[in-house]
């Protein structure tokens, strides 16, 4: 038993993929025993993640359950794992919708072996990416996830599984590069810095918290926007989701199960790890953005969701809408906002999974999806109308179930940073409830007009068997939140305060970095040349536009935005600093082309009026 309490965190990542080697030995001929096999090995796993959620200590902040032996010592890598109170119950999330996948996946019959093979990798690869400490095997896990994902859908996907899961490797890989190139940098730039070069997560975040590592402005930038687009990508945040409908549509029930309810979790993780600690400033600075953006996805989501012929399609835009929810939680930065966002992962991931099982249930029936077949549903098949019902009510956020709590949260923690955002938020709560009452009035109610649902039969024992975990979770996490969110405190907290240390110093850096910048580009023969221009007859007669009524125009309205400030003057605020600190970069290549001459002025002048601010020109 001290061996299990000491090499849990092992025990529940390898497990599956010690039962997918199993699984090789197999006969192909022996199907059932393989499908039995599987699921005993997902349960165990399932049974040792109880055991992490049992001896789990929510007082403290830090990792628990943590091994590190050296892997690679001349690299500084290590095998380095350990969980908090925000990764915990993504693990939990992980090891029980697994087996759910696996009862789901009774109409597989073709490679059977393989299939189970890549299920038990996928769970592997996606424990891996929660527990990993160290940045080199947490990129190995990430990878290891995206190999079985097209496997599973390009395999045993519907009639454009080869095209959506070309799109799902490609936008994947995309981000993977750019946050793989991110990792390296850090890598070296920790190393020259400290003397120690190391992947540990632990020990770069502690080194940038202490000031032993400083990152300047402009690598901050660089390497937040590496690490932030591979898990926009993931999420997918708008307007990175167009990936996201094609591979739900196109894979098996199983995998659109473990893609929305575990794998989009694995971009939101990443944001909460990794993006806010590591790069606090730049988060704080671009978090309006990246709020808006979010806010867009919600509405956005809800309308196209509103449209969809597909049940599938439906519940595949759905989520773009619910995952931008949680990235408004992350980015308000605030203790409920952040908390209602990890919740509502959770919550995300049982009820949308939920949602992908009972399409599945009548797809494996009718072989359709399309809501206009149906009708009446709920006088052939009662038990499966009333699953359906608790689960679309769990989905729209009906209080007492579990999709209210972190919706709630979320918007509570908006408000208080942006009240607009969190009207326009709680908008698309409103059209979730259209949308998912909507397609399940087509579903379930009305006469039963076509010929071919007379005769479809209500939920088999496995089919309830795969249902009830989930509906026990809808409630149990309605009625009793404090159960999950009190673990998460103590880190959620601890991580707040991190993002929310050194911001004034970091401004007065970056006041002195632009400064420097500007007297750089002045000095240059460009910046001459631009001044020349300003006392030529051109110059002079710009000058004299200011002086004109459109110029006064212009400057009272730039004074009345200092008075009405808000959001707005933020995000120009972040696109300014964000043009300031290109330019070097692209420096080059303005010298290069005349049109680049042309353009430099747009960038240069102040977004900001107030004299004082600290992201003002000087």
């Not at 402009?218 to 990936?243: D, N, R, S």
């Not at 098949?381 to 979320?410: D, Q, R």
């Not at 605020?573 to 080059?588: D, G, I, N, W, Y």
Request: aromatic share 12%; hydrophobic share 55%.
């Amino acid at each position: 038993m001290e061996f299990v309490g000491s090499n849990i965190l092992t025990i529940v990542t390898f497990t599956p993929a010690a039962g997918a080697l199993l699984i090789l030995f197999y006969n192909r001929a022996h199907a059932r025993s393989i499908r039995t096999f599987a699921l005993i090995i997902t349960l165990l796993a399932f049974v040792f993640s109880l055991y992490l959620v049992a001896r789990f200590d929510s007082s403290n902040p830090d990792f628990q359950f943590g091994v590190r032996v050296p892997w690679m010592p001349s690299l500084g890598i290590d095998y380095s794992m350990g969980v908090d109170g925000i990764s915990l119950f993504l693990i939990l999330l992980t090891t029980l919708l697994t087996p759910l996948a696996i009862l789901a996946s009774s109409s597989i019959n073709d490679r059977l072996r393989e299939y189970f093979i890549f299920m038990l990798l996928l769970e592997s690869g996606m424990i891996g990416v929660f527990a990993s400490l160290d940045f080199f095997l947490f990129y190995v896990f990430w990878e290891v996830m995206l190999i079985p994902m097209y496997f599973l859908i390009g395999v045993w996907g519907g009639e454009r599984r080869i095209y959506a899961a070309m799109k799902f490797v490609l936008y994947t890989m995309i981000g993977s590069v750019l946050m793989l190139v991110a990792i390296i940098a850090l890598y070296f730039i920790h190393g020259n810095a400290t003397g120690t070069f190391t992947f540990s997560y632990p020990q770069i975040q502690s080194a940038l918290a202490s000031g032993r590592l400083v990152l300047s402005p402009a690598i901050e930038l660089w390497l937040f926007v590496a690490f932030f687009l591979a898990f926009a990508i993931k999420v997918p945040l708008f307007p990175f989701h167009t990936w996201l409908p094609d591979a739900h549509v196109e894979a098996p029930t199983a995998g659109s199960v473990l893609l929305a309810g575990v794998l989009l979790k694995m971009g939101t993780y990443g944001l909460v790890r990794f993006s806010l600690p590591l790069f606090p400033h730049i988060s704080h600075l671009f978090a309006p953005l990246i709020s808006m953006l979010a806010v867009v996805g919600i509405i956005y989501g809800a309308l196209v969701a509103m449209v969809q012929p597909d049940m599938k399609k439906l519940v595949a835009y759905s989520s773009v809408s619910h995952l931008g929810f949680i990235v408004l939680g992350i980015f308000s930065f605030t203790i409920q906002g952040l908390e209602g966002a990890i919740y509502q992962m959770l919550n995300h991931g049982i009820s949308t999974g939920a949602l992908f099982l009972l399409v599945g249930v009548i797809y494996d029936r009718r072989h359709t999806r399309l809501i206009e077949e149906f009708g009446g549903l709920a006088n052939r098949m009662p038990v499966y109308a009333t699953f359906f019902l608790i689960v679309t009510l769990s989905s729209i956020g009906l209080p007492g179930l579990n999709g209210f709590v972190g919706e709630f949260l979320v918007l509570l923690g908006t408000f208080g940073v942006n009240h607009i955002r969190a009207a326009v938020a709680a908008l698309g709560v409103i059209l979730s409830a259209v949308y998912m009452l909507w397609m399940y009035q087509r579903v379930m109610w009305g006469r039963v007009e076509n010929d071919r649902n007379a005769s479809l039969a209500d939920l088999a024992g496995r089919e309830r068997a795969m249902l009830v975990p989930i509906l026990i979770m809808i409630f149990w996490m309605g009625m009793y939140s404090s159960y999950f969110l009190r673990p998460m405190d103590a880190s959620v907290m601890k991580l707040l305060n991190q993002t929310q240390a050194g911001r004034v110093e970091y401004a007065r850096d970056l006041n002195t970095f632009l400064s420097a910048q500007r007297r750089a580009r002045s000095a240059s023969p460009i910046g001459r040349s631009l001044k020349t221009r300003s006392a030529s007859p051109i110059g002079r007669s710009l000058k004299t536009r200011s002086a004109s009524p459109i110029g006064r125009s212009l400057k009272s309205g730039c004074a009345g935005s200092q008075q009405a400030g808000g959001a707005d003057e933020v995000v120009r605020s972040a696109l300014h600093v964000f043009a300031e600190l290109t330019t070097p970069a692209l420096q080059p290549f303005l010298r290069l082309r005349p049109i680049g001459l042309a353009l430099r002025p747009a960038v240069a002048p102040p977004l900001l009026c107030e004299e004082g601010n600290v992201l003002a020109s000087k």
